[in-house]
Structure formats: C-alpha cells, structure tokens
C-alpha cells in the first residue's frame, strides 16, 4: 500500500487547511488510519486517528477541538481538517494506516506511511 499525502501550505494563524490522503489501493476495512507531525528537530508525534468503521476517533490533546479526522472508504481516502490554526503547528503531516482495527497513539502501531505534506502556519 502506497499513501499520498496532500493539502499543505502557507497559513495565517487562525486559518484552515484540510489534508487529505488517499492510498493507492484499497486499503483493508479492518484497518484504522491516523496522522501524525514532525517539526524540525523534535520526534513524530500523534495527532488524530480514526478507527477501521471510523466510529471511534481520537486527538491529541493539543489539537483537540480544532482538528477533525474523518475516512471515505469508496476512495480509501483519510482527511484531517484543521481549523484556528496556530504557529506551533507547524510541521511535516504524515498519514498512516495502522496494523489493527483502532489504532493507537504510538507510531509503532502502524505498517504504512505516507510522504509528508508540510504544513505552516505564521504569525
């Protein structure tokens, strides 16, 4: 399975962007998916998922609210749609489908990654 990650850019503070990601097959309908941000010089960290049914999401707590996942399962597609954006957002976003049907919030529960769109958000 191959991700492709799209939607980043420039942004005021304040401003919306919306991700998308979309798989090049059809990934499994067992199978959660999730995104995770890199900023320069720190670790990959979590950011949102969605379960295989997309019943069951979770956020960091540093988005929540602001954030939304979602999944369409006709295009295998995952979006993040990202609202009253901040500088400390900024960062590579990367999706992932994960090994089981919740992910979690570790980058070792998932098997494929996507490219990273890179986000930024000035001041």
């Known amino acids: 399975v191959q991700l492709q990650a799209f939607g980043g850019g420039l942004v005021q503070a304040g401003g919306s962007l919306r991700l998308s990601c979309t798989a090049t097959?059809?990934?499994?309908?067992?199978?959660?998916m999730g995104w995770f941000r890199q900023a320069p010089g720190k670790e990959r960290e979590f950011v949102a998922s969605?379960?295989?049914?997309?019943?069951?999401?979770a956020y960091a707590a540093n988005v929540q609210g602001r954030f939304t996942i979602s999944r369409e399962f006709a295009s295998s597609t995952v979006y993040l749609q990202m609202n009253s954006l901040k500088p400390e957002d900024t960062a590579d976003y990367y999706c992932?489908?994960?090994?089981?049907?919740?992910?979690?919030?570790?980058?070792?529960?998932?098997?494929?990654w996507g490219q990273g769109t890179l986000v930024t958000v000035s001041s």
């Open positions: 992932a489908v994960s090994r089981g049907s919740h992910p979690g919030r570790q980058v070792t529960n998932y098997k494929y």
């Open positions: 097959r059809r990934t499994s309908s067992n199978n959660g």
């Open positions: 969605i379960s295989y049914n997309g019943g069951s999401t």
